[in-house]
């Protein structure tokens, strides 16, 4: 079955075309962030405004990408929620409207189940049972995955996702949005050990995280250093960003391998746009070699927001499927565990 998958949750609109039997044939995206930058973040009537603008030439790309015709589209894929209403209310109405009118099934994804199952995209998949770390720019959760649409949720994070704390983090060393990926390069340079930062959570018992407390910690080392020194350098600021990452690779770390024992699952999955930080994978690397666990996520461009997610889980649940009405309804907020299994 070929699906068409369509991502428009935030501000990235990706759109790509999954094969159920030759498996991924074509991805294309097309990121928002310029547009958003001299906002410092994402303005959500303006990314609704380009999604419309891009998504049906993205979906000429791909067909042109795999060789195919319109006709050979066999099913649609849209994220259905959490994100952006505006913003997900275009994928749903083009989405919907195109099956409509070709006359092939319809259905609507779960932005984090398609997170979730992009390393499925991946050669030596992971197998049911595993345990997940989704981290994104809006989530921290431990999850059980038990099989599609069998997730039990471990912990989460009280307050900002892991992703949330890497852009603000960003934000305050002046490196711009989104954060993740520049505060990461930049502590590339930082001197290991100079600061301490706290690993939020780890003193007690539970599967949650907290990432606010790290911001604070950041903002008050940067703020002394400026009073100590009467200057803030760039080499202060990669040892800020370097004692951040590692504080957040630690915690992350310290949570999964409590999770993997308690649980008993012997993979870990990582999933989301912080999945693809160099750092934490080499960390979840390690600590998994010693609990004889394997670890498995994504190509970076498949932990962020990306169209191929998209189309791979709408296929799982199509082949097992699931049927939608025609309406249109974007679920801006939708609890994880509330979907059905397949
Ligand atoms: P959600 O999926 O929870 O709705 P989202 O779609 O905005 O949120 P993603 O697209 O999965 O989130 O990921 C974006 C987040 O990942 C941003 O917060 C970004 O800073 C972070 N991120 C991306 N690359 C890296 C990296 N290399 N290191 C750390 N963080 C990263
Ligand atoms: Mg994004
Ligand atoms: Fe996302």
Redesign the pocket.
């Known amino acids: 079955m070929v699906v068409l998958g369509i991502e428009t949750?935030?501000?990235?609109t990706g759109i790509a075309l999954y094969d159920s039997e030759k498996g991924l044939l074509a991805d294309a995206l097309y990121s928002q962030i310029e547009m958003h930058t001299e906002y410092g973040g994402v303005v959500p009537e303006l990314a609704s405004r380009d999604h419309i603008q891009r998504v049906l030439p993205l979906i000429k790309e791909v067909l042109d990408q795999a060789g195919l015709q319109r006709e050979d589209i066999e099913a649609l894929a849209y994220t259905k929620g959490?994100?952006l209403i505006g913003a997900l209310m275009v994928g749903a109405c083009i989405g919907r409207s195109l099956a409509w009118a070709w006359g092939v099934p319809c259905v609507g994804v779960h932005?984090?189940e398609g997170?979730l199952l992009a390393p499925m995209l991946e050669e030596n998949p992971p197998q049911f049972p595993f345990l997940a770390l989704?981290v994104?720019?809006?989530?921290t959760q431990l999850v059980h995955v038990g099989g599609i649409g069998q997730y039990r949720l471990l912990g989460e994070s009280v307050d900002d996702?892991?992703?949330?704390a890497?852009?603000k983090v960003?934000a305050m060393l002046d490196l711009g949005y989104?954060?993740?990926?520049k505060?990461?390069r930049l502590a590339e340079q930082g001197t290991p050990g100079r600061f301490r930062f706290p690993r939020p959570m780890c003193d007690r018992p539970g599967l949650d995280f907290s990432f606010s407390g790290l911001k604070t910690f950041t903002l008050n080392t940067v703020a002394k250093c400026r009073e100590e020194r009467g200057d803030f350098t760039d080499q202060d600021r990669a040892d800020v960003a370097r004692a951040f990452e590692e504080a957040v690779v630690d915690t992350l770390a310290f949570k999964c391998r409590r999770a993997l024992r308690e649980t008993g699952l012997k993979q870990l999955v990582i999933a989301?746009?912080?999945s693809?930080?160099?750092r934490?994978r080499e960390g979840l690397e390690s600590m998994v070699a010693k609990e004889k666990a394997t670890l498995r996520y994504a190509r970076?461009e498949f932990?962020?927001?990306n169209g191929a997610m998209i189309a791979y889980a709408g296929c799982q649940r199509l082949l097992a499927g699931q049927l939608e009405p025609l309406e249109v309804a974007p679920q801006p907020r939708w609890p994880m565990e509330e979907l059905d299994a397949v």
């Open positions: 949750s935030c501000d990235e959490p994100g932005h984090m997170h989704l994104s720019g809006g989530h996702a892991a992703g949330e890497f852009d960003a989104p954060g993740g990926p505060v990461s989301g746009g912080v693809a930080n160099r934490l970076p932990c962020t927001d």
